[in-house]
């Protein structure tokens, strides 16, 4: 097989428009690029480094894709709104929602403010349900919705994460529970859930790593292009049997 020929087969997502929320960095960035090679156009959301948001947009752009960045808080409905309706005015369907966007607290529960877990609830929970109910209003058959969860939310092995895990945990529960609702509809949904992964938020070489590695099989932080890879994997066609799960990638963390 020539590299072209390589390269056509691997593009898997042809034709397909995912908008992947929280697009701009990290995570998020990494699914948005991956997404685009496999063939996909993507939209993205950001809440305010838009340099950081378009340079996403420029490389999906460099490699043959269209993109959109669209400024977003996940935690503010109305924008969410507006940002599913911007993505289908643009490309006239979404085949894929990532719902990657997250917000996070850590520390005793009993010294959080009511504002940390109103911010926890409304980027992480109702954000996700708004973002989800809005494109499922005109998601074709096929059609893939893919969360961004926690393996924390299946082990949590230290303290100061419990808001964190509701959050998560509330994420997995909720994949479950719509898989039933939209299994008629020919549409899936599964929960991605990362273990420690290499971002800015979270550097391998941060005050966490001494608490996580030594709990980590494979003793490393995982890559953006791991977990987006596993996201690739789960919107592609080699997929199409896989609904309700909760798929842990976290280098054995909760083994």
């Known amino acids: 097989m020539s590299s072209v020929d390589a390269q056509q087969s691997s593009r898997r997502l042809n034709g397909k428009v995912a908008l992947v929320t929280g697009g701009s960095r990290g995570i998020g960035a990494a699914i948005a690029k991956r997404l685009a090679r496999e063939g ?7 809440v305010s480094n838009a340099e950081k948001a378009e340079g996403v947009v420029g490389e999906v752009e460099a490699s043959g894709g269209r993109a959109l960045a669209i400024r977003a808080d996940n935690g503010n409905a109305d924008a969410v709104r507006a940002a599913v309706a911007a993505t289908m005015q643009r490309f ?18 009993d010294q959080m403010s009511d504002a940390d877990v109103d911010r926890m609830l409304a980027v992480n929970l109702k954000g996700m349900v708004v973002a989800t109910r809005e494109v499922l209003k005109g998601m074709p058959s096929g059609g893939r919705i893919i969360n961004i969860g926690s393996s924390l939310s299946h082990h949590a092995p230290f303290p ?15 994949t479950r529970g719509l898989a039933r609702e939209l299994g008629p509809r020919g549409i899936t949904i599964n929960n991605v859930m990362p273990g420690p992964v290499d971002t800015e938020a979270n550097p391998a070489n941060g005050p966490l790593a001494p608490l996580v590695l030594p709990g980590v099989a494979l003793q490393r932080y995982g890559k953006v292009e791991e977990i987006a890879a596993m996201v690739a994997h789960v919107a592609s066609p080699d997929a199409t049997y896989m609904t309700g799960t909760n798929l842990i990638i976290d280098g054995g963390l909760s083994a």
Not at 40 to 46: N, P
Not at 160 to 169: A, M, P, T
Request: charged content about 5%; cysteine-free.
């Open 160 to 174: 100061g994460g419990s808001l964190y895990v509701l959050v998560k945990g509330a994420l997995a529960s909720f």
């Open 40 to 46: 996909a156009h993507v939209a993205i959301t950001y």
């Open 92 to 109: 006239g369907s979404i085949d894929i929602l990532v719902n990657n966007a997250a917000a996070g607290a850590a520390g005793p529960i």
